[in-house]
């Protein structure tokens, strides 16, 4: 598939971001307003997924990334993680169905070895059955770091040429062995929840992302809500580094 990785290319806003990545941040304040238990903010959650799947796939968006467990969230209350981890099996069973009957294609990136057998397997089944897929690609960041991603793409660059020369080190070496390899690089970063952090998600393909953060909670976040994201984004101007100058007239341009 074709697509611009590299921040040397700039890309056109006039329409929807092409790649789209989510911190769905709010599940368990949004439970607790309501005197809820955390977790029906979690199951809430993933109704918010199920709409943002479907506007994003309406709206022409081509790679959509959630963050839905990060490496640190080993560390919540057992039972937590517990449903967490049931509600991820039920989403790999019942909605990749509904994707593949769309034609979504989904991917899921992270330290997967951490997972039980049983969830690695959905995993390796979903991906396989939605592979041929040619619409929108999500992809669900699972015991996902950005540090551990930058760091299993420096093993694997090295396992593959352990002779390699420092010097010869560039971007386009080690940028294949990331783990979204397969994705340009988001358009538009989009957090709920109110907190302004990128924790540790896609820390080097975010570099040139506009960034969004809204106060709304991640169960609330719907297709109104990602409009008023792409509305913003469309506001920007991405310059990657150039003055406004130089995308009037591109030719002029450097690429610093
Ligand atoms: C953040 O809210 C959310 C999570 C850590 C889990 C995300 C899970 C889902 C959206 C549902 C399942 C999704 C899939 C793809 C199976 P929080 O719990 O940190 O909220 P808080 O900051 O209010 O405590």
Do not use: C
């Amino acid at each position: 598939m074709q697509h611009i990785s590299s921040t040397l290319d700039v890309p056109d806003t006039s329409y929807v971001p092409r790649h789209v990545a989510i911190i769905m941040d709010g599940n368990g304040r949004w439970a607790t307003q309501r005197h809820l238990p955390r977790v029906a903010g979690h199951t809430r959650g993933l109704d918010a997924v199920r709409a943002v799947v479907e506007a994003s796939a309406a709206r022409g968006v081509q790679f959509l990334t959630l963050f839905a467990f990060s490496s640190e969230n080993w560390r919540r209350p057992a039972d937590e993680v517990s449903f967490l981890m049931r509600l991820f099996m039920m989403a790999l069973r019942r909605e990749v169905v509904k994707m593949h009957a769309n034609n979504i294609r989904l991917r899921v990136v992270g330290d997967l070895a951490r997972f039980s057998p049983r969830i690695q397997q959905l995993i390796r089944d979903a991906e396989a059955r939605t592979a041929g897929n040619t619409g929108l690609t999500v992809t669900i960041a699972a015991n996902y770091g950005g540090r551990w991603d930058l760091l299993q793409a420096m093993r694997k660059m090295l396992a593959r040429s352990p002779m390699l020369d420092p010097a010869s080190i560039d971007e386009s070496v080690l940028a294949p062995h990331l783990a979204m390899a397969y994705a340009p690089e988001p358009d538009l970063f989009i957090r709920t929840g109110g907190e302004q952090r990128i924790s540790n998600f896609l820390l080097w393909q975010l570099a040139y992302s506009e960034l969004y953060f809204t106060d709304v909670f991640w169960p609330d976040f719907d297709a109104a809500e990602l409009d008023k994201a792409f509305a913003s984004y469309r506001q920007r101007e991405r310059r990657f580094g150039r003055t406004s100058a130089q995308l009037v007239a591109p030719g002029l341009s450097g690429t610093a």
